[in-house]
């Protein structure tokens, strides 16, 4: 696709600007950190990560469900900060994205996996209002990907026709089920992998 056909890139944040909020490399380094059981934790985390990610169920309720359904030598508060603090910059990607966007003109919309309270942690924390006009999260629309409707939704909410939008995200899942959809995808594994997509247009 010719880059300048391009009015709307569809952002995924964690494995991308950011780390996971909350997948599996930062449950398991948490996990470890307060010596909790990895195989209890995991099994009582998957039975309500939909239902938590959708905003079906507050951060205290799952917390009270995953972590805290017995006695711990640390506060809530405390694991909550621990969690929090997972969130990193990758490198680079986020000044990219806005240095593109000033360039370009794209409208960058955000379109994501995130439980609400991670979810405005992150934006709050990176600035990134200065980077995406709006969210397609599924903490505010109870969609999550890869769904098809979520995209569909993503379309409709900013009128734009997939064949002028493009979808990045590092998981090739999601990306595999945006292509079906007409919308251009970059499976992104670095800078360099979206550096080569838009170095023309």
């Not at 942690?121 to 629309?141: A, M, Q, T």
């Not at 979520?150 to 734009?160: C, G, H, N, V």
Request: hydrophobic share 35%; aromatic share 12%.
């Amino acid at each position: 696709m010719e880059t300048k056909k391009i009015t709307t890139i569809f952002l995924d944040i964690g494995g991308v600007l950011l780390t996971d909020g909350w997948g599996l490399k930062q449950r398991e380094y948490v996990i470890a950190k307060l010596g909790l059981d990895k195989n209890e934790t995991e099994d009582r985390n998957a039975l309500v990560w939909d239902t938590y990610e959708s905003d079906r169920m507050t951060l205290d309720d799952y917390l009270n469900f995953v972590i805290f359904h017995i006695k711990r030598p640390f506060s809530k508060e405390e694991f909550k900060t621990l969690m929090m603090e997972q969130s990193q910059p990758l490198d680079g990607a986020i000044e990219y994205f806005k240095k593109l966007k000033k360039e370009r003109g794209y409208k960058i919309v955000a379109l994501s996996n995130e439980a609400r309270e991670l979810n405005e942690y992150r934006i709050k924390k990176y600035k990134l209002d200065e980077l995406y006009d709006f969210y397609i999260s599924s903490c505010y629309v109870r969609l999550r990907k890869p769904d098809p409707a979520i995209f569909k939704l993503a379309m409709d909410t900013t009128q734009t026709p997939a064949g002028q939008s493009v979808y990045i995200d590092d998981r090739l899942t999601f990306i595999q089920v945006a292509e079906k959809m007409g919308i251009a995808g970059i499976h992104y594994q670095g800078l360099d992998t979206v550096k080569q997509y838009f170095k023309s247009g």
